[in-house]
């Protein structure tokens, strides 16, 4: 029987590893670590001193390989993900066929937690034969962030909503809620809101060395934070933020 499994570690910081998660590490055949691209080696490296932190069993394997790039498809978004998604799938497949056969564990350590905006589950779900799948949580960027400004996300006794950088500038300020949490936002989208009665708390790199938080009203900040995020994302080719807007009441 293959195990895969997928096991969150945080968001840049290696003690914000779970005990489980370390447990997960050590218990595997076989991780496997992606490479995105030259200018977003930074986060295949902090997978490898994780490894290189935590790892004590000698019999598992570390293989790296070159993730496959999403193109954007004609048919639209969502068939660009799903091509994509089968793309990542069968190169996991690969590996595991050259590094593994078809018994054992696979790890892969996953940025945040596999729960949240991340399509590991989904692509676990499309190897055949399908294996049995572990998830190990971990640290999200949603309480990252709220940790770097002290920051309690709901307000008392009221709901609050996670959504992406595209529905935000699509849709507008979503109904019903007075705090907003945008994730996966590759153009500031929160210049596209009347800024009048919105504070924003925003942060790059958490759990990083080079993490950047910037907060306060956004017709005040919000020009700064998105000269800040292009400035950081030239800096060093890449960029992974999020940010929570609240309405005041």
């Not at 977003?40 to 394997?61: F, G, P, Q």
């Not at 907003?180 to 958490?206: H, K, N, R």
């Amino acid at each position: 029987m293959l195990t895969i499994s997928l096991i969150g570690i945080g968001c840049g910081d290696p003690q914000q590893l779970t005990q489980a998660a370390i447990r997960a590490i050590n218990a595997a055949d076989l991780i496997l670590i992606p490479r995105k691209s030259a200018a977003k080696s930074d986060l295949a490296e902090l997978r490898r001193t994780i490894c290189a932190d935590v790892l004590t069993s000698a019999h598992t394997r570390i293989a790296e390989f070159d993730l496959p790039v999403r193109a954007a498809a004609d048919e639209g978004y969502r068939k660009g993900v799903d091509d994509w998604h089968d793309a990542v799938a069968a190169a996991w497949s690969r590996e595991i066929a050259r590094h593994l056969g078809g018994e054992g564990r696979v790890a892969l350590l996953i940025w945040g937690d596999p729960s949240l905006y991340d399509s590991s589950l989904r692509i676990a779900r499309r190897l055949d034969p399908l294996p049995a799948i572990e998830m190990i949580p971990g640290i999200t960027s949603i309480q990252a962030l709220c940790a770097a400004h002290a920051l309690p996300l709901n307000e008392i006794g009221e709901p609050f909503l996670v959504t992406t950088g595209r529905r935000l500038r699509d849709n507008g300020w979503p109904s019903g809620v007075d705090t907003v949490v945008v994730m996966l936002d590759g153009s500031a989208a929160f210049q596209t809101l009347d800024p009048e009665g919105l504070q924003i708390w925003w942060g790059a790199y958490l759990g990083m060395p080079d993490q950047i938080i910037m907060a306060g009203e956004l017709s005040e900040c919000g020009t700064r934070i998105a000269a800040a995020r292009r400035e950081a994302r030239e800096r060093h080719g890449w960029i992974m933020d999020s940010y929570i807007l609240k309405r005041k009441s």
